[in-house]
Protein backbone atom coordinates (compact mmCIF):
# COMPACT_ATOMS: atom_id res chain seq x y z
CA UNK A 1 0.00 0.00 0.00
CA UNK A 2 2.84 2.38 0.57
CA UNK A 3 4.74 1.40 -2.37
CA UNK A 4 1.85 2.82 -4.12
CA UNK A 5 1.41 5.72 -2.36
CA UNK A 6 5.31 6.92 -2.97
CA UNK A 7 4.98 5.94 -6.80
CA UNK A 8 1.56 8.22 -7.03
CA UNK A 9 3.65 10.72 -5.00
CA UNK A 10 6.81 10.53 -6.87
CA UNK A 11 4.58 10.85 -10.47
CA UNK A 12 2.72 13.77 -9.13
CA UNK A 13 6.49 15.17 -8.29
CA UNK A 14 7.43 14.78 -11.86
CA UNK A 15 4.75 16.37 -13.75
CA UNK A 16 4.68 19.43 -10.95
CA UNK A 17 8.90 19.63 -11.59
CA UNK A 18 7.79 19.26 -15.41
CA UNK A 19 5.36 22.14 -15.25
CA UNK A 20 7.39 24.66 -13.48
CA UNK A 21 10.25 24.38 -16.03
CA UNK A 22 7.98 24.40 -18.90
CA UNK A 23 7.02 28.32 -16.89
CA UNK A 24 10.39 29.39 -16.49
CA UNK A 25 11.02 28.66 -20.30
CA UNK A 26 11.75 31.52 -22.18
CA UNK A 27 9.27 32.96 -24.00
CA UNK A 28 12.27 34.27 -26.84
CA UNK A 29 10.14 34.67 -30.06
CA UNK A 30 13.35 35.36 -32.08
CA UNK A 31 14.38 31.98 -33.38
CA UNK A 32 17.71 33.46 -35.13
CA UNK A 33 20.99 33.69 -33.27
CA UNK A 34 24.16 34.54 -34.88
CA UNK A 35 27.37 32.38 -34.66
CA UNK A 36 30.53 33.24 -36.73
CA UNK A 37 28.69 36.03 -38.68
CA UNK A 38 26.61 33.38 -39.69
CA UNK A 39 22.77 33.65 -39.76
CA UNK A 40 21.76 30.36 -38.24
CA UNK A 41 17.74 29.43 -37.67
CA UNK A 42 16.48 27.38 -34.58
CA UNK A 43 13.59 25.36 -34.61
CA UNK A 44 12.09 26.00 -31.29
CA UNK A 45 8.06 24.47 -32.54
CA UNK A 46 6.82 21.64 -30.96
CA UNK A 47 6.28 18.78 -33.05
CA UNK A 48 3.28 17.63 -34.27
CA UNK A 49 3.37 14.09 -33.69
CA UNK A 50 5.40 11.36 -31.73
CA UNK A 51 4.94 7.35 -31.16
CA UNK A 52 2.89 5.51 -28.78
CA UNK A 53 5.07 3.20 -26.18
CA UNK A 54 3.36 1.77 -23.14
CA UNK A 55 5.00 3.63 -20.84
CA UNK A 56 4.84 6.39 -18.03
CA UNK A 57 7.52 8.40 -20.08
CA UNK A 58 4.97 8.19 -23.11
CA UNK A 59 2.75 10.09 -20.53
CA UNK A 60 4.92 12.30 -19.56
CA UNK A 61 6.14 12.97 -22.87
CA UNK A 62 2.10 13.44 -24.07
CA UNK A 63 1.24 15.50 -20.84
CA UNK A 64 4.21 18.05 -21.77
CA UNK A 65 3.65 18.79 -25.45
CA UNK A 66 0.00 19.23 -25.21
CA UNK A 67 0.59 21.38 -22.35
CA UNK A 68 2.10 23.71 -25.06
CA UNK A 69 -1.56 23.57 -26.55
CA UNK A 70 -0.74 22.88 -30.16
CA UNK A 71 -3.71 22.95 -32.71
CA UNK A 72 -3.29 19.58 -33.62
CA UNK A 73 -1.30 16.50 -32.14
CA UNK A 74 -0.55 12.87 -33.57
CA UNK A 75 0.19 9.83 -31.91
CA UNK A 76 1.76 6.84 -33.96
CA UNK A 77 0.20 3.06 -33.20
CA UNK A 78 3.52 1.42 -34.48
CA UNK A 79 1.94 -2.10 -32.90
CA UNK A 80 -1.99 -1.64 -34.11
CA UNK A 81 -4.55 -2.83 -31.63
CA UNK A 82 -8.03 -3.18 -31.98
CA UNK A 83 -10.66 -1.00 -30.88
CA UNK A 84 -12.13 -3.32 -28.55
CA UNK A 85 -8.85 -3.99 -27.06
CA UNK A 86 -7.41 -0.71 -25.89
CA UNK A 87 -4.59 -1.02 -24.06
CA UNK A 88 -5.00 0.72 -20.50
CA UNK A 89 -2.58 3.80 -21.00
CA UNK A 90 -4.63 5.00 -24.16
CA UNK A 91 -7.76 4.27 -22.14
CA UNK A 92 -6.74 6.54 -19.73
CA UNK A 93 -5.97 9.76 -22.26
CA UNK A 94 -9.12 9.45 -24.06
CA UNK A 95 -11.03 9.25 -20.70
CA UNK A 96 -9.41 12.16 -19.70
CA UNK A 97 -10.33 13.72 -22.56
CA UNK A 98 -13.99 12.83 -22.36
CA UNK A 99 -13.57 13.73 -18.71
CA UNK A 100 -12.82 16.82 -19.13
CA UNK A 101 -15.48 17.72 -21.80
CA UNK A 102 -13.83 16.73 -24.44
CA UNK A 103 -15.12 14.54 -26.98
CA UNK A 104 -13.73 11.05 -28.31
CA UNK A 105 -15.14 9.47 -31.21
CA UNK A 106 -14.05 6.84 -33.78
CA UNK A 107 -14.24 6.61 -37.72
CA UNK A 108 -12.62 4.72 -40.28
CA UNK A 109 -8.77 5.73 -41.08
CA UNK A 110 -8.91 7.58 -44.53
CA UNK A 111 -5.27 6.03 -45.87
CA UNK A 112 -6.50 2.49 -45.35
CA UNK A 113 -10.48 3.19 -46.99
CA UNK A 114 -9.01 2.50 -50.71
CA UNK A 115 -6.86 -0.55 -49.22
CA UNK A 116 -10.49 -1.68 -47.68
CA UNK A 117 -12.09 -0.92 -51.28
CA UNK A 118 -9.46 -3.21 -53.19
CA UNK A 119 -9.46 -5.64 -50.70
CA UNK A 120 -13.78 -6.39 -51.45
CA UNK A 121 -12.76 -6.32 -55.09
CA UNK A 122 -10.82 -9.29 -54.44
CA UNK A 123 -13.34 -11.05 -52.54
CA UNK A 124 -15.81 -10.35 -54.73
CA UNK A 125 -13.25 -11.46 -58.24
CA UNK A 126 -12.57 -14.70 -56.18
CA UNK A 127 -16.70 -15.46 -55.01
CA UNK A 128 -17.58 -14.83 -58.76
CA UNK A 129 -14.33 -17.33 -59.55
CA UNK A 130 -15.66 -19.75 -57.44
CA UNK A 131 -19.52 -19.80 -58.52
CA UNK A 132 -18.15 -20.09 -62.60
CA UNK A 133 -15.88 -23.15 -61.37
CA UNK A 134 -18.73 -24.35 -59.77
CA UNK A 135 -20.77 -24.17 -62.57
CA UNK A 136 -18.54 -25.46 -65.20
CA UNK A 137 -17.05 -27.99 -63.41
CA UNK A 138 -20.48 -29.06 -61.59
CA UNK A 139 -23.05 -27.95 -64.10
CA UNK A 140 -23.63 -30.89 -65.74
CA UNK A 141 -24.80 -32.58 -62.31
CA UNK A 142 -28.35 -31.08 -62.92
CA UNK A 143 -28.63 -33.78 -65.82
CA UNK A 144 -28.73 -36.42 -63.97
CA UNK A 145 -29.67 -38.40 -60.55
CA UNK A 146 -27.61 -41.00 -58.85
CA UNK A 147 -27.57 -43.41 -56.56
CA UNK A 148 -25.35 -44.58 -54.40
CA UNK A 149 -24.54 -47.95 -53.49
CA UNK A 150 -22.79 -49.30 -50.09
CA UNK A 151 -22.26 -52.69 -48.85
CA UNK A 152 -24.63 -52.92 -46.09
CA UNK A 153 -22.23 -55.06 -43.39
CA UNK A 154 -20.01 -51.89 -42.87
CA UNK A 155 -21.65 -49.10 -44.71
CA UNK A 156 -18.64 -48.72 -47.16
CA UNK A 157 -19.63 -47.22 -50.32
CA UNK A 158 -18.96 -49.31 -53.30
CA UNK A 159 -20.22 -47.53 -56.27
CA UNK A 160 -22.33 -44.42 -57.38
CA UNK A 161 -24.57 -44.36 -60.56
CA UNK A 162 -25.03 -41.11 -62.26
CA UNK A 163 -28.04 -42.02 -64.51
CA UNK A 164 -29.02 -39.38 -67.13
CA UNK A 165 -32.72 -37.09 -66.50
Not at 79 to 96: E, G, T
Request: glycine letters at 4%; a negative charge; one cysteine or more.
Amino acid sequence: MMFLVIRKLKKSCLIILVILLMGCASNNTNNSSTVNNHLIETDTTVENQMEFYDSEIFDLKLGTTLLANPSTFQVDVLAPFSVNQIPKRVDMWLSAVNSRGGSVHAEPDPNFVKEKAFLELVDLIIQVYKEVKELVIYGAAGNYNVTVFYKPSDGKVTKMVFEHK
